[in-house]
């Protein structure tokens, strides 16, 4: 009962913003979030994380407007870099071409984008492990928002790094291509277990400017009913969602529900 009790108060602890900022520029802002562990937030909201272990460094996604990522990220750390992109998306994978090595999932090779890049692609796979030295990273594959959305555990301080998986107070779905509805609830299902197991307690999401702060397990929990709500096709309060109109990969005709904490955003002609 105590491991129980400390764990969702933990939860609400997450929910407080705490990042101290450490450099700026006219194009990003990078804070420190933990120990060894920062935030990049650039001035068009998209997000980077950078972790660093005793041995090795990962550069978690590389935004959109970031001149001279490569060397903004040395003046954190030193060390070997891995650099992760959460999924395929520009605003996620838009700098990739300042790295000669990028991981991604393979599902995502099939996202439409055009991204510049003469370096090397190196496939992740679900449970696979970065070893950064007294400092492991787990990658665990959620699609929904795209065919290969992946989030990556950080046990050493109860947290995960989400990209757009579980979106940033809303999730997409309504981009193509299409992943059913019924798939993301299962990723929304994965990711509970893993947050009440793993006692993972604070998510840090793909646009953090939007928030500052981490999500915690009832926002997982608010997702996961309203994804299943939506799969089954349940009478529930849906809206026509206009802001994704200019994005060349999304549904024209989106709408979007909402429930708790949790907004989706999809298409009603591709739910499953």
């Known amino acids: 009962m105590k491991k129980v009790v400390m764990f969702f108060l933990f939860c609400e602890i997450a929910l407080v913003p705490f990042a101290q900022e450490v450099y700026k520029n006219d194009e990003l802002t990078i804070s420190k979030l933990a120990d060894k562990t920062w935030v990049v937030e ?30 903004i990220v040395r003046k ?28 991604m999932h393979p599902a995502d090779s099939i996202v439409r984008v055009t991204i510049p890049f003469n370096g090397k692609y190196i496939w992740l796979r679900d449970g696979q492990i970065f070893d950064l030295g007294n400092r492991k990273i787990e990658v665990k594959w959620m699609p929904g928002h795209t065919p290969g959305s992946i989030v990556l555990l950080d046990r050493n301080i109860h947290a995960c790094y989400s990209g757009d998986a579980f979106g940033s107070g809303q999730v997409w779905l309504q981009l193509r291509p299409h992943v059913p509805m019924k798939t993301y609830y299962e990723s929304c299902v994965h990711m509970e277990k893993i947050m009440e197991k793993e006692e993972i307690t604070s998510i840090y999401c793909g646009h953090y400017p939007y928030l500052h702060r981490a999500l915690g397990l009832q926002y997982i929990i608010d997702m996961k009913n309203l994804a299943k709500c939506i799969s089954d096709g349940d009478n529930i309060d849906v809206k026509p969602y206009p802001y994704s109109n200019n994005v060349d990969i999304s549904s024209k005709k989106s709408v979007f529900a909402k429930s708790g904490s949790a907004m989706i955003v999809y298409d009603s002609e591709h739910i499953n």
């Open 42 to 71: 650039t001035s068009d909201n998209t997000t980077m994380y950078i972790l660093e272990g005793e041995k090795r460094a990962m550069l978690i996604d590389t935004g959109t407007k970031c001149a001279a990522l490569d060397k």
């Open 76 to 103: 954190i750390t030193a060390k070997p870099l891995y650099v992760v992109v959460t999924h395929n998306h520009v605003d996620h994978a838009g700098n990739i071409r300042y790295f000669k090595e990028v991981y």
